[in-house]
């Protein structure tokens, strides 16, 4: 009976941890449903004279940032509860209206530019899930339910695998409907494409109802008070500074490499304008995004956040510049580059794809970290949304994608970031321990309580009276952290 009461708790535990960060699978998914193609085969002369594929992408990331920067501060300020139900609320409505889009008098630059504006609404609820559902998701991994050695791991699977889970999703879902209605019917193919992202945030949306404010916010928010954020700076500026730029760098080469993908697919099909052909391809690269986060959430707990993303980043270097020194040999086999390129895509997600969510949500207090996983993670979408707009005048700069240095300068370029990214992370990002975020929280209170700060009214208020500061003793902390 216990062994099964154990097992109920740690579902329930798990549950919870899922409940919080499944709702990112709408990032993956928004920013890899492939439209693009659809818009161009359709609208043809109209989406190119205005570039409007590249807008329709871009966009999606600015919403993001700003839905990052403003659901950041109110996820610390009205709660983390408040800010998942919006978040997905948002999405699940955007999701309906860009499906809908159309132009006055049924005209294409109206439907484009309203899709646009659609896209934008619907990146602002993408971007509120990362500083409220991810870290929420973070602060319900340690509960005493959660083992230890798996905080991180649950972690991981919660938030970055649903993430690539939505690119998969993404390049298989327009592949089904265009067998589905077949070559004539296009429009219903990337209307239904983008409308069907409704689906998961509205079952994300129905399975939070009934959730709670994680036990670490109750305890630790600043909700109530006026945040000292000089001395938060003061203390926290350095970390803040090392996550977020390797976090654009990540971003800068992941989201860039995603959407250069269909340069690549159409190097290694010779050209070709099929259409499943081209989705078939996109769902086999992005399929490799899965071992390499899955692979990478197994071994976080054993060798710390940190070392796994030096890992993932100096392996990905490497493959990079295999693939550039190699790159006539391998194209010339097309099932082999495939699998390079898609093995340069996995230790990305293997390292700093799993480790950027854990670092930023657990090297930051509780009061804070809605705002510190905000700023960090809208520097790495402003990375995406550079490398987006970088890539074309890179692959231009090297020689033009019609010759084989155009075609390696990203993985030049992509290798050397990475390299980058990893000695930043030794030097300036500092290891992670489990229960760690327990532990930050009473050193930012004293931290605080040293430099005069009255910590009494941290925490959640009900009926006048402060419920959620800890008065146990610092004999009995202990105690409950060892049982976590």
Request: charged residues 15%; aromatic residues 14%.
């Amino acid at each position: 009976m216990t062994d099964q009461l154990t097992l109920r708790n740690r579902l329930s535990g798990v549950s919870l941890i899922f409940a919080c960060g499944t709702a990112l699978f709408s990032d993956g998914y928004a920013n890899g449903v492939i439209i693009n193609t659809l818009l161009k085969r359709i609208y043809g002369d109209e989406v190119t004279a205005n570039n409007y594929s590249t807008v329709v992408s871009s966009v999606a990331f600015a919403g993001t940032v700003v839905g990052m920067l403003i659901f950041g501060y109110l996820s610390d300020k009205l709660g983390r509860k408040f800010g998942m139900m919006t978040a997905t609320g948002i999405v699940a409505f955007f999701s309906l209206l860009s499906a809908a889009s159309e132009g006055a008098h049924h005209s294409v630059r109206g439907t484009l530019a309203m899709l646009s504006v659609c896209r934008f609404l619907l990146g602002i609820g993408v971007g509120a899930e990362y500083p409220c559902g991810s870290v929420s998701a973070s602060e319900q991994t340690e509960q005493k339910s959660i083992s230890k050695n798996a905080q991180h791991r649950w972690f991981a699977l919660a938030t970055n695998s649903m993430i690539d889970t939505g690119f998969v999703i993404s390049a298989f879902v327009p592949l089904v409907l265009y067998w589905i209605f077949g070559p004539n019917h296009l429009r219903a193919v990337w209307r239904m494409s983008v409308g069907l992202g409704f689906i998961p945030a509205m079952l994300v949306f129905i399975w939070r109802l009934n959730m709670d404010e994680p036990e670490s916010y109750k305890k630790s928010s600043m909700k109530n008070v006026k945040i000292p954020y000089m001395l938060v700076l003061r203390r926290y500026w350095p970390s803040l500074v090392a996550i977020s730029v390797t976090w654009f760098i990540y971003d800068f080469i992941t989201y860039p490499f995603g959407i250069y993908s269909s340069t690549v697919v159409d190097n290694i099909t010779g050209g070709s304008d099929a259409i499943p052909v081209i989705f078939g391809w996109n769902i086999i690269i992005n399929l490799f995004y899965i071992p390499g986060t899955i692979g990478g959430a197994f071994v976080v707990d054993y060798i710390g956040p940190k070392y796994c993303m030096i890992t993932g980043l100096m392996s990905q270097a490497i493959i990079g510049f295999i693939m550039s020194g190699l790159y006539e040999q391998l194209t010339s086999h097309v099932a082999a580059f495939a699998v390079v390129y898609g093995i340069f895509l996995s230790f990305g997600e293997f390292g700093p794809g799993n480790c950027l969510g854990l670092l930023a949500s657990k090297t930051s207090p509780t009061a804070v970290r809605g705002q510190f996983y905000g700023i960090a993670a809208a520097v790495g979408k402003i990375g995406a949304f550079v490398g987006t707009w970088a890539f074309p005048p890179m692959i231009d700069a090297f020689g033009g994608a019609s010759s084989v240095r155009g075609n390696t300068g990203p993985f030049w370029v992509g290798s050397g970031l990475a390299v980058l990214s990893a000695i930043i992370t030794f030097f300036f990002i500092r290891p992670l321990t489990h229960d760690g975020m327990a532990e930050e929280d009473e050193k930012f209170r004293q931290y605080l309580e040293v430099h005069g700060f009255d910590t009494s009214a941290m925490g959640l208020r009900e009926t006048g009276s402060v419920t959620a500061v800890d008065e146990t003793t610092t004999d009995e902390k202990g105690d409950q952290n060892s049982v976590v």
